[in-house]
């Protein structure tokens, strides 16, 4: 296959992302880490951010060899599937991991310093926060172009020389999005029961029955809540964001591949724009992350603006890039499918500045939860659970209509739902996606800033710098909150546009499946009595066979599955953070009960016991939750065939979507509702309204942190699982 020139500018991008990724980190461990006492707190954290990586990093590489066995049986002994699965399933889940051990480390060394730095001027924290939060950006976006570079050049080597060459490359390269997906559900779901866990423990006896202050040092939860932040919020996010970004790119390639199957020339174009629009958004992205800094006195609209202006640097850029790339590489209609990857890059910003409103103590609805507080935790509850239902809507609406106008767009507003007018319109929606997630690099960094800044904070208190610096880091810590949360809405609209693109490539994988079958022996017969021709077959015709229409009760029965696979995932790990919450609590009252003057700041407290409580609970919780989510798709497909699981990813998709956005919004408005309350306002610190509120923000954490960030990965992991064991469904269903 003659790879075009333009095509090696998606290894230079990486490249690039990972020097810069590496500069800004050599930048960083050159600031001052600060007093001996700051240092000593900031290695007590990375010890044991480590030490869980290690032990979580064992029992996912279990996972990973016996499932890599199963997919090789598969290949080779039963023929259902492309021999360079396991392998492709494999180096997934190794790159996944890599990025977020990446981003992990980088965090760790970041916050002493960044506390540090807060030392001399609020700018000076910020920067020192931001850049490295952009390491775990730039680290996600280098290795994932890395790895699709990779494949793309070693599979077009093996295939090639008809259409169906790069149908087969596309598919094949995305089941190690399975691989992807299945490290990051792992690191979210693990990650989140570690962070949450020790924040509940520390918050409910330290805050709520001893009355000292969060980050206090004589709370022996203290080094665990911050070293969860890490392993959660930095670690399972990097992974998670990962296995989107390549899903995006990945799945988009693919229906490029089926829409000019007819045009070799045209279908190669198509492949690899996505691939080039996602490597022009790696230098866009830096020119964004060279943006960002903020004047002394900000307030926190001052610091949102900052961060603002530089992820919408970055996506205005990227948008009038594409329309160049697209035009350069002559794709078919590339007016309509730049303004469907400009659908994407909106739907972004929409999203994020919904989640900002809804969030933020800047805005009315948080507002009126801190307000909530004076009549007790009850109407906290009830106030956060009302406002994160009402903030569904925006995200919702958002999506359906980023999915209509991409499809259009795409499609040159086609209504005649042929073959190649479908195609169009669902390359389209790929394409949305990646324009969505084509500014990973600095979307990202916003994100990975939170839990650096959320760690400076608590260096701070336990190191006693001083009210100035404290102010300056929970301004950090504040803003942080608040782009969590709007990262969190990103990924869960990414999850979505790119659950769907690969709801598309589900449908092609069954057509390649079913070649495979007739290869083989195997016949299909249509309900007429006809012998089924899939090679002549288009994807209408498959949904055909299949009978995928909402008339057929496989395909509701499917669709109902889905749905309660979202709230059985979200109960199973609520009720594993309670679990280990409730162990971390009695651990924490032993710890002021029979370790003689720990209130009175004499006693020094055991943090090792309550880092080990952690990770044990973690590990334990984490297995069954994430091996459901792979089971689910597989016992679907096996007893309902492909309709069953169509009705499955349609279901998972909407009520996961729906019910993610709603636990990640309920989350963060009560975490900052807590913070306005602890700035001086209805109280201030110790009030009653402040204990108020923190029942909320103990109550929000596993929706913020973990069941609802796990949801997105849920629904991408089903839709990859569904993928990979189509040939198996096709086979024996």
Known sequence: MNIPMVFWLVPIASFVALGMAWHFFRQMRKEDEGTPRMIEIAEFVRRGAMAYLKQQYKVVTIVFIVLAIVFAFMAYVLKVQNPWVPFAFLTGGFFSGLAGFFGMKTATYASARTANAARKSLNSGLKVAFRSGAVMGLVVVGLGLLDIAIWFLVL?????????????????????????????????????IYTKAADVGADLVGKVEANIPEDDPRNPATIADNVGDNVGDVAGMGADLYESYCGSILSTAALGATAFAMNIDMQLKAVIAPMIIASVGIFLSLVGIFTVKTKEEATMRDLLRSLGLGTNVAAGLIAIATFIILYLLEIENWLGVSFSVVSGLVAGVVIGQATEYYTSHSYKPTQRIAE?????????????????????????????????????????????MSAHSIAMGLYGIGIAAVGMLSTLGITLATDAYGPIADNAGGNAEMSELGEEVRHRTDALDALGNTTAATGKGFAIGSAALTALALLASY????????????????????????IFNPESANMLDYMDYFQVNLMNPKVLVGAFIGGMAAFLFCGLTMGAVGRAAQTMVEEVRRQFREIKGILEGKGTPDYGRCVEISTRSAQREMIFPSLLAIAIPIVVGLLLGVAGVMGLLVGGLTAGFTLAVFMANSGGAWDNAKKMVEEGNFGGKGSECHKATIVGDTVGDPFKDTSGPSLNILIKLMSMVSIVMAGLVVAFS
């Open 156 to 192: 077009s080597y093996f295939y090639h020389g008809s259409s169906m060459a790069l149908v087969t490359i596309t598919t094949t390269m995305l089941t190690f999005g399975m691989g992807a997906s299945t490290q990051a559900l792992f690191a979210r779901v693990g990650g989140g």
């Open 372 to 416: 909530s507080s004076k009549t007790g935790p009850a109407t906290v509850i009830i106030q956060g659970i009302g406002t994160g239902m009402i903030s569904t809507m925006i995200p919702v609406v958002t999506i359906s209509a980023a999915i209509m106008l991409s499809y259009l767009f795409a499609n040159g507003f086609d209504l005649s």
């Open 507 to 530: 449908v092609e994988e069954i057509k390649i499946a079913m070649v495979r079958a007739v290869e083989e022996g195997q016949q299909f017969i249509d309900s007429a009595g006809n």
